[in-house]
């Protein structure tokens, strides 16, 4: 089972290489010890998928880089926030299971992160 630990407010809107509403701070294997604070978070969902490797999902932990080597974004894809998944991230519980085939809907929901916005 994959477990995401899912921002969904902005942290520190325009500075670079700030978490952004829709980021996946991390990506942990089934089983993982959650702290008490990042279970208490209002500004973070833990969302569980069973079934999935947590390897299908790892893409969401890398970072954007310009070509000076320079972190622009603290992470290059993210989850929409105004799609139907980014609304649920915002009206959910604090911790979720939810099918694997959820998976693809968080997957339709990317969008990569881009200088200037986001496409």
């Not at 509403?21 to 998928?49: M, Q, T, Y």
């Not at 079934?51 to 929409?80: L, N």
Request: hydrophobic share 45%; glycine share 8%.
């Amino acid at each position: 089972m994959a477990e995401l630990l899912v921002c969904v407010t902005d942290k520190a809107t325009g500075q670079v290489g700030a978490i952004m509403a829709g980021d996946v701070v991390c990506v942990c294997a089934d089983g993982h010890l959650w702290s008490d604070r990042e279970r208490a978070n209002p500004d973070w969902r833990i969302v569980k998928f069973p079934g999935v490797d947590p390897a299908w999902v790892s893409d969401y932990q890398q970072a954007q880089i310009d070509v000076t080597g320079r972190v622009v974004f603290k992470r290059a894809v993210g989850v929409d926030m105004t799609t139907a998944v980014g609304s649920w991230l915002l009206a959910t519980e604090q911790e979720s299971t939810l099918a694997a085939e959820s998976v693809i809907d968080l997957i339709d929901a990317t969008v990569q992160r881009e200088a200037g916005g986001v496409l």
